[in-house]
Each structure stands twice: as structure tokens, then as C-alpha cells.
């Protein structure tokens, strides 16, 4: 049986992720209230992020940038843009 949170994303009861997948309290914090369907949705946009930014995840500060919009993201219900970025289309 999977476990459910309430997904702050979403803002319904929905699957939660099978482990904590970031570290720190951060992470905890994800675990405990952040479902698969809305990490995988910051995931896409991380993915975004960094191609379009050309960030090297080496980069102590780029790693910094990422935190701060998920972050955002996940829990202050921001949207992830990028200025000029057209998505691909299908």
C-alpha cells in the first residue's frame, strides 16, 4: 500500500514519494508533504532550469539557484519561467 500526504502543491491528498530525495530538513520537509505527481512536475522544470540557464550543477551557486526556486515552487506556489524559453513542441 502506497502512502499518502497532503500535497502542498497540489493541495489534495495524493501519493507520496517512497523516500526523502533531498537532504536536510529540506528534504524531510518534501518527504512529509510534497506528492510524486508534484515532484515530478519540479523535476521537468528543473531540468528546464538548468538547460536553459547552462547551470554547472559543480557550481556551489547554481546549486543555490535551484534550491531557492524549488523552494518556491514546492511551497510558495511560484511558477518556474524563463525568459525567452519556448517549449518544444510535439
Known amino acids: 500500500m502506497s502512502r499518502t500526504v497532503f500535497c502542498h502543491v497540489l493541495q489534495k491528498e495524493a501519493e507520496g514519494l517512497d523516500f526523502q530525495l533531498y537532504p ?7 518527504y512529509e508533504s510534497i506528492s510524486k505527481e508534484a515532484w515530478a512536475e519540479w523535476q521537468k522544470k528543473q ?3 538548468i538547460n536553459e540557464h547552462k547551470l554547472n550543477m559543480m557550481d556551489p551557486e547554481a546549486r543555490s539557484f535551484l534550491e531557492a526556486k524549488m523552494q518556491a515552487f514546492l511551497f ?3 511558477d518556474v519561467t524563463v525568459d ?3 517549449p518544444p513542441s510535439q
Open 24 to 30: 536536510g530538513e529540506l528534504g524531510k520537509k518534501i
Open 47 to 49: 531540468t528546464m532550469l
Open 76 to 78: 510558495e506556489g511560484q
Open 84 to 86: 525567452g524559453y519556448v
